[in-house]
């Protein structure tokens, strides 16, 4: 299955280390930053705010929890979301591009 995994980041610095990242190491076949994103969340028991950027990866669902584990290594956010969403349909086309772009590096 693919999916759509959504990462906020705090800057567009880290939103295009991060995709870039992810797209090197073949975990994602296209990323997305969407800048100007404003924000509202409970934190630390109290509503807080803040303007982020927003990076949509196009990827598979079983490459979920290595995505996980980079944007957790790269990202400066004490608890980041990085949430996946399924597509649920697709042009063919597209859909085979992005299952042969999705094949994980190591290095």
Known sequence: M???IIISCANKKE?????QAAIKK???????IIE???SKFWWQGKIDNAN????FLKTKR?????????????????VP??????????????????????????K
Request: aromatic share 8%; hydrophobic share 50%.
């Open 26 to 32: 073949k975990l994602a076949a296209c990323a997305n």
């Open 81 to 106: 979301e990085i949430i996946a969403l399924p597509i649920i349909a697709g042009e063919r086309d597209y859909l085979r591009w992005l299952s042969e772009c999705t094949t994980y590096r190591t």
């Open 2 to 4: 693919n999916v759509l």
């Open 52 to 55: 982020e950027i927003l990076i």
């Open 36 to 38: 100007g994103v404003s």
């Open 62 to 78: 079983l490459l979920f929890k290595k995505i996980a584990k980079l944007v957790k290594s790269m990202h400066s956010y004490d």
């Open 15 to 19: 939103a295009e280390k991060i995709a």
